[in-house]
């Protein structure tokens, strides 16, 4: 029998069912028994008179919680039952695989392990429907990325993750044995998608793996993660590239709320707020004068960069004043941005750049990147790099490259402010970490 799914039984009132799903409880009564039922569409209750069949009765006493079942039986209109008024009578079950017991963490309990042990058990802590949720908008989000940027004539590219030479800086950096050799692991697919403008692509995007060697224990920080980068051809500034992310967002946040916003309101207890366009914009050194104003104090190691607590700082500052959750903070200054970041040509100590923060946070990074050959190595030299490494790189720019920008944003930190989830192990559907690398 083809199975039905417990969102549509609804329409199958009076008919036999074949249900499949987790028993996420069982109520073994006195004369009746009472399976609840999950699939990734809901919940149902099916019923059982144990004085119907006493070996049938027995069975299900066996069953343990998170079984996986087949169940057959008939759908009757119920008005009692919470579950939408609906009761599927069991007639036949099928036990595909019976849960051990107990279960080593319970997904269902009040008072949730801690994260780590959570992280332990993933595929039971997934099990909630807040997470399945979760993943169900982190898939709409990705295809109302992709829709976006389709339609306004993007390529999809896959670039390579091993690495001959780091995109980035040394830092942060995985080597790997390459047979005779060492290779390192992307840090990001900035090369690569910048090759893509010296191949006339025009506009390109590509999701994928990212790889940071960052021993750092934060609520933000994962040593792989998925990276969402775009890069487009003749742009006049990174103007441009925040006037596309921005629309591009707004977009994404549309096609969420839409389908998924009630959804959301239901299981996170939060309103999806499409942002308006333009999002504020805030020149960094405006930005450093501004929390400055509100008495913070950013750490003098970091040298011109916005540490966490100064971004949730210009984040509340941002809300106040415009009643936004997104701020760009644009033109950062050299020494906090990579050699191929284009730099004001009035201002040399400004790049063309940005950083979006949402809600307080760090998502984005982008610029407008330096397509001329002479510049990039005079700015890769003056960031102390060896040129013969990256020469494949600088050639890029030498035979027709346009003037270009992208940026990139890390698919786990946009949930985080979708979703209003503070640690990033929550949004992620396996943590990798400097001490975590199973499961
Ligand atoms: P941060 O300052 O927060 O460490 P970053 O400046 O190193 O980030 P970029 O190199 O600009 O980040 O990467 C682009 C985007 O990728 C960031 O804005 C962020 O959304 C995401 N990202 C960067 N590093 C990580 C990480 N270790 N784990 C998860 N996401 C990350």
Known sequence: MERTYIKDLRQKIGQQVCLQGHLQTLRDQKKMQFLILRDTTGLAQVAFYKPNDAQMAERISGLTAESALTITGTVADNPVVKLGGLEVQLETLTVENLAASPLPIDPFAETLPAIDIRLDWRYLD????????????QTLAEQA?????????????????????????????????????KAYLAQSPQFYKQMAMAAGFDRVF????????????????????????????????????????????????????????????????????????????????????????????????????????????????????????????????????????MRHPDNPGLTRSYDLLASGLEITTGAQREHRVAVLEKQALEKGLHLEPIQFYLDFFRYGCPPHGGFGLGLSRLLMVMLGINNIRETVYLFRGPTRLNP
């Open 206 to 341: 590509e999701i994928g793996p990212v790889f940071r060697a960052d021993p750092s224990f934060t609520s933000r920080h994962m040593t792989e993660f998925t990276g969402v980068d775009m890069e487009m051809s003749w742009i006049e500034s990174h103007e441009d590239v925040m006037a596309f992310q921005e629309r591009w967002l707004q977009y994404t946040y549309q096609r969420v709320k839409d389908e998924l916003g009630d959804a959301i309101a239901q299981l996170f207890g939060r309103e999806i707020v499409v942002p308006s366009v333009p999002f504020p914009r805030i020149p960094m050194a405006e930005a450093v004068r501004i929390l400055k104003e509100r008495g913070y104090q950013l750490p003098p190691e970091k040298k011109g960069d916005i540490d966490p607590g100064g971004e949730r700082e210009l984040g509340a500052y941002v809300k106040e004043t415009f009643g936004h959750d997104f701020v760009f903070v644009t033109d950062w200054p050299i020494a906090v941005r990579p050699f191929y970041h």
């Open 126 to 137: 997934l099990r909630r429907a807040q997470n399945l949720l979760l993943f169900q908008a």
């Open 145 to 181: 990325m992709r829709e976006y940027w389709l339609q306004n004539r993007f390529i999809e590219i896959h670039s390579p993750k091993i690495m001959g030479t780091p995109s980035e800086s040394g830092a942060e950096l995985f080597t790997i044995d390459y047979f005779d050799r």
